[in-house]
């Protein structure tokens, strides 16, 4: 040290006394923030990472604020290597007045994991560097490839989730079977889960092949055909998006989680695509105050979700292979309400989906219940095996119309018997139950107001507007699926120019129809459209009708009333509402 500037020695000694007093005041900010400021052992790293290979990379300068970790002066150093003690103060500053005299910094030695370093030899150096601000130094390197790798932004927890995928990638070998994959997760105890699911494709496997099946066909068959498509289709939705925190894996494991919790809540499975979407609906920004305040507005008030959006939803979620996968029928259990059931097994037949009832109990004594439920489930099961459909049944308390709505969220359509139309007055649409379920469902609703139909020719009642377009994409698909025969009828009222309008509005479905390759039979007749909707469809001998749902705002709704009130009075088909 006699031949150091005792000058520099001495502003040396007083830099690492300020160095030590951040280090001081960091370490108790910490205490109330949380924030990691301790520096990671190499050697912990290491085994924790499982190292794959070692090579030497020779000179390089590397980026000083990558180096967060040391082989054996951890604990000496914070996580931005300011020193901890006062023990090695004379080292320090020693080092620091050779830079100060411009004799410069030594290469250090490091091993490099990642993008992250580690320090051999030269703690000091980078110690005096990070307060120098100095961007890089040069360093002798040696690699260290891990299975899992590390990156400078890494804390201690993290290395905790890195490590269990490390294990979890040693039990599997996925990183050999699947280079691409990439199963890294933020819950850190979830990897046993996937085992899980692992352990169980293999015995499903096994009964499948008829043949033992290796642990590691098991992994990549498992990786190719079940996490892949479900990654896939997260992908597709969008939904990392709204949970930006999370990754892939961690998406799989919240979607089986919450399939799961959708099946104890409904009775049956839930497909992964409508979970998915409920899950991104429950996280959209401000999804809780728009529920508290759903909760607290009248049912009658109440308009439900835009037009087009389950069709946006349905084509994100899967194909037009079948449209109407889950339907949901409520089940009163009137000797005249089985009619909807005898309807909602004619459409299953046809689509080759399945069916779910729901029997909603004002019973305030769940057990006492059970005695009027049990016929009616029987009836439900045995009704539903005679036709060879896959159907469960489940029992819901409370509000019929508020039951509905809610389990209608995992289906593809609804199917009421329609017994009690609303009416034309104010106070009969706001007693209304039905108003509610068509207002507020997010689903098509077919109601069946007497006998079942063989829905074989359908009237669609196509005026442009936003739910219309919704009825002409559904009639297309009928026509297309099932060769339904169909009739568009756009109603013209009386006045200069209307037919003309008219005309043109129905071009527009006769062009979609047309590119669908669909054939109908287009009529515009004139006159008040709901009283010349029931007289084309009565000439016609429709057996359904098709059309949007209410199109007023809920209060204009209550105060005009609407097409589809009037039609809903007086039609004796099933009439499937689209919105």
């Not at 830079?99 to 980078?126: C, K, M, T, W």
């Not at 990549?220 to 990754?247: C, L, S």
């Amino acid at each position: 040290m006699s031949s150091q500037n005792p000058y520099h020695f001495q502003a040396a000694l007083e830099d690492f006394q300020q160095a030590r007093r951040q280090a001081a005041m960091q370490q108790l900010l910490a205490r109330f923030t949380g924030e990691q400021t301790e520096l990671l052992s190499y050697d912990d790293v290491r085994k924790k990472l499982k190292v794959t290979n070692v090579r030497e990379r020779g000179l390089h300068d590397i980026p000083v604020d990558k180096i967060i970790g040391s082989v054996g002066r951890y604990k000496d150093f914070t996580r931005s290597f300011l020193p901890k003690s006062d023990s090695g103060g004379h080292r320090w500053a020693s080092v620091k007045a050779a830079v100060s005299d411009l004799a410069g910094l030594p290469p250090i030695e490091v091993y490099q994991l990642g993008d992250a370093y580690f320090v051999i030899d030269g703690n000091h150096r980078v110690s005096i560097a990070r307060q120098l601000e100095v961007p890089t130094i040069s360093a002798y390197v040696t690699e260290v490839k891990t299975r899992v790798p590390l990156t400078a932004d890494d804390d201690p927890n993290e290395l905790i989730c890195k490590s269990r995928y490390a294990d979890f990638l040693e039990k599997t070998n996925l990183d050999h079977l699947r280079p691409e994959a990439d199963l890294l997760m933020t819950f850190c105890a979830h990897y046993s889960l996937l085992l899980d699911h692992i352990d169980v494709h293999r015995y499903y496997m096994g009964l499948d092949f008829q043949r033992d099946i290796s642990y590691e066909e098991a992994v990549a068959h498992w990786y190719d055909e079940v996490y892949m498509p479900v990654i896939e289709m997260i992908r597709e939705q969008g939904a990392m998006r709204d949970f930006p925190e999370r990754t892939e894996a961690d998406m799989y494991i919240l979607l089986a989680e919450h399939r799961a919790e959708l099946k104890e809540a409904l009775g049956w499975d839930v497909d992964a695509g409508t979970a998915v979407t409920d899950m991104q609906r429950k996280n959209k920004p401000g999804a809780a105050l728009t529920r508290m305040l759903e909760a607290m507005r009248p049912d009658e008030l109440e308009f439900g979700p835009a037009a087009g959006q389950w069709r946006q939803e349905r084509l994100s979620q899967r194909s037009l292979d079948r449209l109407f996968e889950e339907t949901l029928v409520a089940i009163s259990g009137q000797p005249d309400d089985w009619r909807v059931l005898d309807q909602a097994i004619v459409l299953v037949q046809r689509e080759g989906g399945r069916l779910r009832g729901v029997y909603v109990s004002d019973a305030t004594d769940k057990d006492a219940a059970e005695e009027t439920v049990a016929p009616i489930r029987a009836e439900f099961y045995e009704r539903a095996t005679a036709a060879g459909v896959q159907a469960n049944f489940d029992v819901e308390f409370g509000s019929v119309a508020r039951q509905v709505v809610a389990r209608a969220a995992f289906s593809d359509l609804v199917m009421l018997a329609l017994n009690r139309p609303p009416g034309l007055s104010i106070l009969e649409r706001l007693a209304s139950g039905l108003q509610t379920i068509l207002k507020r469902t997010p689903r098509p609703v077919m109601v069946v107001p007497t006998a079942a139909s063989p829905l074989q020719h359908a009237l669609l009642a196509y005026d442009g507007s936003p739910k219309s377009e919704e009825a002409l994409f559904v009639a297309t698909y009928l026509a297309s699926r099932w060769q339904t025969q169909l009739t568009v009828v756009t109603v013209s009222s009386n006045g200069n120019g209307k037919l003309d309008t008219a005309r043109r509005i129905q071009s527009r479905a006769k062009t979609y129809l047309g590119l669908a390759g669909v054939e109908a039979h287009y009529l515009l007749p004139v006159g008040p459209a709901a009283d010349t909707l029931l007289e084309t469809a009565e000439s016609q001998n429709v057996d359904f009708m098709i059309m949007g749902g209410f199109g007023l705002s809920s209060m204009r709704s209550l105060v005009l009333g609407s097409t589809l009130n009037r039609v809903l009075l007086a039609y004796k088909q099933p009439i499937l509402i689209c919105r």
